[in-house]
């Protein structure tokens, strides 16, 4: 069972901003640590979309971005494309026996 | 260019053992973690464990110790997970991927190997 929680499905039109949650605790994302997304593709392997809260890798376009506050964090994706359904998932560490990585539990981003 | 390139799909009965490998190429190998994600058949990704081939130090998520075994080989730059006794829940995509220290982050993945395990 997961530490961090995604809600397990977003949906917007085309050109709409949608925003996906990723909510831990104090020995996660509230201890400092930091929390990345990844983009999974149909069929495809995971690919880095944000490190580090908010940076973007080479090639990812600015329409992705990331934030975190207290206990959460969030990625926020503007001018939504077709292109852009997929699976998404948070990550950070934790202090507890979870370990070094810890997974967000997905969340599907459904294009209308 | 980073590549990480993961031995092709399995099938295997239970009780089998199996040790599937992930190739890294493109970049220093013994700077760098590899950590091993499953995901299992329509659910999310699950960190199984690391190791840092410079020093074959290895890491495991306590879901996971006792379950398999990372490995690597830096003289060919590839890592390993193995089984020794495989179960049908071990049925899943599984990753291997290159761990950032600094931020603790998979930034290169491999294309995933599929392990089937069924009688």
């Known amino acids: 069972q997961s530490v961090l929680t995604q809600p397990p499905s977003v949906s917007g039109a085309p050109g709409q901003r949608v925003t996906i949650s990723c909510t831990g605790s104090s020995s996660n994302i509230g201890a400092g640590f930091d929390v990345h997304w990844y983009q999974q593709l149909p069929g495809t392997a995971p690919k880095l979309l944000i490190y580090?809260?908010?940076n973007r890798p080479s090639g990812v376009p600015d329409r992705f971005s990331g934030s975190k506050s207290g206990t959460s964090a969030s990625l926020a994706i503007t001018g939504l494309q077709a292109e852009d359904e997929a699976d998404y998932y948070c990550q950070s560490s934790d202090r507890s026996l979870s370990g070094l990585y810890v997974f967000g539990t997905g969340t599907e981003v459904t294009v209308l | 260019e980073v590549q990480l390139v993961q031995s092709g799909a399995e099938v295997k009965k239970p009780g089998e053992s199996l040790k599937i490998s992930c190739k890294g190429s493109g970049y220093t190998f013994t700077n760098y973690w590899i950590g091993w994600v499953r995901q299992m058949p329509g659910k999310g990704l699950e960190w199984m464990g690391m190791i840092y081939p410079g020093d074959s130090d290895a890491r495991y998520s306590p879901s996971f110790q006792g379950q398999v075994t990372i490995s690597a080989d830096k003289s060919i730059t590839t890592a390993y997970l193995q089984w020794s006794s495989l179960q049908a829940s071990d049925t899943a995509m599984y990753y291997c991927?290159?761990?950032?220290?600094?931020?603790?982050?998979?930034?290169?993945w491999g294309q995933g190997t599929l392990v089937t395990v069924s009688s």
């Open positions: 580090d809260t908010n």
């Open positions: 991927a290159r761990g950032v220290t600094t931020v603790w982050d998979f930034d290169y």
